[in-house]
């Protein structure tokens, strides 16, 4: 959507990169012939591979990194070859300026141990709190696989949609136990940050919450961040997904790109056409729990504004042809328009910047966005705006 992208570019701020030197070596058992190879972003956020010979188990490694960098060490025989490479022939590990050492524990590269990084070291102690508060999560997500294969195998066997509609409500409650596990993990994360400005771990651990966390919060907690951590890689990254975020909020009064699209029935449905009627870009998926469980209320406003002049064009992301009839079907959603979302180039999740599901858009009888609601929790805001255009209790 050209009008997005251009407010896009209003809210991002180039800032200097910052080239710091790291010197990274250590030792490792090895036999004759076997290679060390590092990956890593380099002070310009780009993926950068370095390789040495190991010389009696030792190896050096030098080069600039942009605050911190994830990195991997490989250890290999020449020549490399990436399906070769098992887990125990690699170490995980946060790369940042300075003089970091790496030893194998015991001779195994993937339980090497990294001094000389300040950032792997409150890594480290962090994901011990998580894995501490994460007890009993393996046994929960060891159910939803199970649960999940068995889907798969029922699909497969054409079990109908009886037999996997139930199982899918398995995986639901499943995925219920699973909840305050990660609510739990998210207020862990939230504290560190809070309490953590300076450092760089704080923009890493935030990155996966630019899209769901309010983000008039994530810009007051991108603002206490020190400017080493701001201009770092992982900062640049949470500044350009605030930038996304807040350019997907200005799309208020700016005409609705229009787009053509099959229905579930396979007759067309194009934007174009409902001018004089306010629209209702309802982003989901057979997938996404709380879409699911926000459709009832989605229903009782369409019962309730439809004929004052209100459709709902649900538009399904990510997802199986036969998931997504099979949840229009269960949910009883036959009652609007439902499209299912294509690939890029022509994604309307893409155009319509829509990275949290669900996500609504509402449209006016002129055809322009008036509103835009992300997560279930924007529920209250859009059913406020409804009853102030139709006027209906």
Request: glycine letters at 6%; proline letters at 3%.
């Amino acid at each position: 959507m050209k009008r997005i992208n251009f407010f896009l570019l209003l809210f991002c701020t180039v800032l200097k990169v910052n080239a710091q030197n790291f010197t990274f070596s250590g030792k490792i058992d090895s036999t004759e012939g076997m290679s060390a190879r590092l990956t890593y972003f380099n002070d310009k956020g780009v993926y950068t591979i370095d390789s040495c010979a190991l010389e009696n188990g030792n190896f050096s490694f030098k080069g600039l990194v942009n605050g911190v960098s994830n990195a991997f060490l490989i250890v290999y025989k020449a020549p490399y070859i990436a399906k070769d490479i098992h887990q125990s022939d690699y170490a995980h590990f946060l790369l940042e300026a300075g003089v970091i050492t790496g030893t194998a524990v015991n001779g195994h590269i993937n339980g090497l141990k990294v001094t000389g990084s300040k950032s792997q070291n409150e890594s480290l102690a962090l994901h011990a709190q998580i894995n501490e508060a994460n007890k009993g999560l393996a046994d929960v997500m060891k159910s939803y696989g199970a649960v999940a294969l068995e889907i798969e195998a029922a699909k497969k066997a054409n079990k109908g949609d009886k037999k996997i509609d139930s199982l899918n409500e398995t995986l639901t409650a499943i995925l219920r136990q699973r909840e305050p596990f990660v609510k739990k993990y998210e207020e862990i994360i939230s504290k560190f940050i809070a309490t953590h400005p300076n450092s760089y771990i704080s923009a890493i651990e935030m990155s996966p919450y630019t899209s769901t966390w309010p983000v008039d919060s994530l810009q007051v907690i991108f603002d206490r961040f020190s400017p080493a951590v701001k201009k770092s890689t992982p900062g640049l990254g949470v500044q350009k997904a605030i930038s996304t975020r807040l350019a997907a909020n200005i799309i208020n009064n700016v005409k609705a790109e229009n787009f053509t699209a099959y229905d579930v029935n396979g007759k067309s449905v194009s934007l174009a056409n409902f001018k004089g009627k306010y629209v209702l870009l309802d982003f989901w998926g057979s997938w996404c729990v709380p879409c699911r469980e926000s459709t009832p209320h989605l229903i009782l406003l369409f019962n309730k504004y439809h004929r004052a002049g209100l459709d709902v064009i649900a538009i399904a992301a990510n997802d199986k042809p036969d998931d997504w009839r099979r949840a229009i079907k269960k949910d009883n959603t036959g009652i609007w328009y439902n499209v299912l979302d294509k690939d890029k180039p022509n994604s309307l999740t893409e155009t319509y910047s829509v990275n949290l599901f669900p996500t609504k858009i509402l449209i006016d009888n002129e055809g322009t966005i008036i509103g835009r609601y992300d997560g279930t929790q924007a529920a209250n805001a859009l059913d406020s705006k409804l009853a102030e255009i139709f006027g209906v209790k």
